[in-house]
Each structure stands twice: as C-alpha cells, then as structure tokens.
C-alpha cells in the first residue's frame, strides 16, 4: 500500500530501506561506515526527515563505458537510503500504475529480457497473421535521453501522480540536483525517466494504432506491414518528442522486417518458416573476447582475480544464454576455462521467460477449470461402442 511522507519517514521503513540499499554494496566504504552505526543513523534520519532539514549530499561522478561511455552520478551511501524508503513505498505505485505493457524498463517482473522476450511474442504475432516476413520496423532512440529531461515538464507530469506535496517537493530537488536532465547513478531517476515518456507510449498505442510496439527507456521499436505509414509515424513522433523538447538521433530509421532487429544485446530474426531467432550481437561477443585477451595477460600477472574472471563470464553466460547461443557459449567457456585452470559449465539454453511460464501455467489452469464444467460424457457399457 502506498505510504505518505510522514509513514516513510519512520524507523521502521527507513531501516528496511536501509537493508534494501546495502544489498550487493556491503564490501563499499561508505556502505560499511553506515552499518557499523545503522541504529543511530537511521533514527537520526528519521528526525532530519521529519523536520525538513534532510539535504542530498553532493554525488560521486565517474564514467562509465558499457555500452557505451556515459557520465554516472552516484549519490552517497545515506541519500540510497532515502530513495529506496520513497521509490519502494511510495513512488513506485503512483508512477507505474498508467504504464503499458511495452514499457520495459526498471520494474517489478521486468527488464531486458522480458523486453526480448515481447519482442519474439510481437515477431511471431506477425508472421502467423501474416505468414510472411514481409513488413517494416521503425527503430528509434532518443538523443541524450536523460541529459535532456526538461525539469520543468517532468515536474508538471510528477505533480499530477504524487499528491503528498513534502514527497513532491523533496522529488524536485533530486529532479534539479544535476544542472541539465537527471543523474543516471540516482534509482529516482530510473523511475521519473520512465514517467516522462508514458505519455508517449500510450500516444503511439493508442493515437497511432500501433499493435507492434516496445520501448526500453530511449530505445524502441515500432512494427508494421506498411512503410508508408511508418514514414508518417515517425514524422508524428518526432513532433510529440519536439514539444517534451527531446529529438530522436541519427540512428532512427525504418528498414525490413526481414532483415531482423539489433534491440538490448541480440539480432532477433524470422526465418521463412516463422522461427524465431535469436543471435547475439556482434559487439557483445568483440567485448567477451576483449575480456579473454586482456584476463590471458592480467591472471598470470596477479591482476585479476579468479572470482572477477567468473563473475564476468557468469554474468555474460547468463545473458547470452536467452538467444540462440550454446555453441558459441561453449566455446567461450573453453577459453575462459584454459586461463583460469578450471572446468567450467555454461547455462543451459533459457527457452521460456518468468512471463511466458506464468502465461502458460494460467492457461493450463483455465483449461483445467473450463473442463471441470463440462457436462460428463455419457457411460458406455459392453461392447457396442460404435468404434
């Protein structure tokens, strides 16, 4: 249930948030400088908050460089706190409630994968209507997305969800803590990128018809049989974008369906007969190979540790492991198992998302209960049956 300001602000849920934001940072100085005095500092929270005397701290600014280069601003350790107790009990409810399915990013059940996997249900959608791979994809991304966040639209779309005006106010200044756009290190600003653009979706759904639709954050996609009216679509998007005062970059462009789709990590492709595939993109392998040349040298050199080197090639393991992938992933391991002197065992094949195996165990259940009200077929008895 959603919190006010004044139920965030108490011990209770400011010390389980503070359990949420140490989670995987334990081993960080500041993290560790917060645990060692958790019960003080967590009361002594509760007293700056309830009295209005709370003030971010300024951020940490660093780069960093996967996928690409990208200006992070991560505040400290205490200022997590704070917005995992709003984001977890609050702000998270009254943002999300309007979103739509294809909106991918940064919630509860949800993430690249689920955006892939919605891409393979829209691909194959097509083909069986359509029975062709025919067709036409409108690829977009919008320029310096976050960086371009207008502070006063984004404010004007948070008022109208978050009623609790202390909440809103102390939302604004996380809004103006960077000078242009959002900090990308704050977990606020995940969720208000998200908001930004809702409105958005739901113009693309529900103005422009589209039934082939999938947006991760900047990132999104549109498909269609008609190239025609993509051109039109994308001349109406870049309208709507216009008046948030965003603009789509140089990579937008509308190409063949049958060509396949470069979106979050793997080239997704129809083949003739409707299969779905998935194959991992070219720069995600050129940057596990890089890993391998590198971690060749480092290992021997004590540069790097055997963990680091698992918990790199796990991590990208598991990702590869949603395409079509197990061959190369083998081959991989073999590699990274000759520098490190040990067998390793990749991930088997991930066929079925969380989504799609709920979706399935719902049917299953809906069949079930549909049978159990069937009228019970008449009784035979001997041996006249008539087969």
């Given at each position: 249930m959603q919190k006010t300001f004044e139920e965030i602000c108490t011990f209770e849920v400011l010390y389980r948030a503070y359990l949420a934001a140490r989670k995987g940072k334990r081993k960080k100085l500041s993290a560790a400088q917060y645990e060692a005095n958790?019960?003080?500092?967590?009361?002594?929270?509760a007293y700056i908050l309830n009295t209005d005397l709370y003030v971010p701290s300024k951020f940490e600014v660093f780069y960093v460089y996967e996928p690409k280069r990208r200006l992070v601003q991560a505040p400290a350790f205490v200022d997590k706190v704070v917005q995992h107790a709003i984001v977890d009990n609050a702000l998270y409810e009254a943002i999300t409630r309007s979103f739509i399915p294809a909106n991918c990013a940064s919630q509860v059940d949800k993430g690249m994968h689920y955006g892939l996997d919605l891409l393979k249900e829209f691909m194959s959608d097509y083909w069986r209507k359509n029975r062709?791979?025919?067709g036409w994809v409108l690829k977009c991304d919008v320029r310096h997305f976050f960086a371009s966040i207008d502070h006063d639209l984004l404010k004007e779309k948070l008022r109208k969800v978050v009623v609790d005006d202390r909440m809103y106010r102390l939302m604004c200044v996380y809004i103006d803590a960077s000078a242009d756009g959002l900090p990308l290190g704050y977990q606020t600003s995940q969720l208000l990128a998200l908001l930004f653009l809702d409105g958005f979706d739901h113009f693309v759904k529900e103005r422009l018809r589209i039934k082939y639709y999938v947006r991760y954050m900047d990132d999104f996609l549109l498909i269609h049989p008609d190239k025609k009216y993509l051109q039109y679509c994308q001349k109406e998007i870049e309208t709507y974008l216009g008046k948030l005062r965003l603009e789509l970059n140089e990579k937008t462009n509308i190409f063949p369906l049958r060509h396949g789709v470069d979106f979050l990590g793997f080239h997704t492709y129809?083949?003739?007969s409707g299969q779905i595939v998935r194959k991992l993109r070219r720069s995600s392998l050129k940057a596990m190979s890089g890993k391998i040349r590198k971690w060749k040298k480092d290992y021997p050199a004590g540069k790097v540790t055997q963990k680091q080197i698992?918990?790199?090639?796990?991590s990208w393991d598991?990702?590869?492991a949603h395409g079509n992938t197990y061959t190369l992933r083998q081959k991989i391991a073999s590699q990274v198992s000759e520098i490190i002197g040990k067998p390793l065992r990749c991930h088997a094949p991930i066929r079925l998302s969380k989504k799609q195996k709920a979706m399935l165990e719902y049917k299953k259940r809906r069949k079930a209960s549909q049978n159990a009200a069937l009228p019970a077929a008449p009784e035979h008895h001997g041996a006249d049956v008539p087969w």
């Open positions: 958790a019960l003080m500092l967590t009361e002594r929270l062709t791979t025919e129809i083949t003739e698992l918990d790199s090639w796990t598991a990702h590869a």
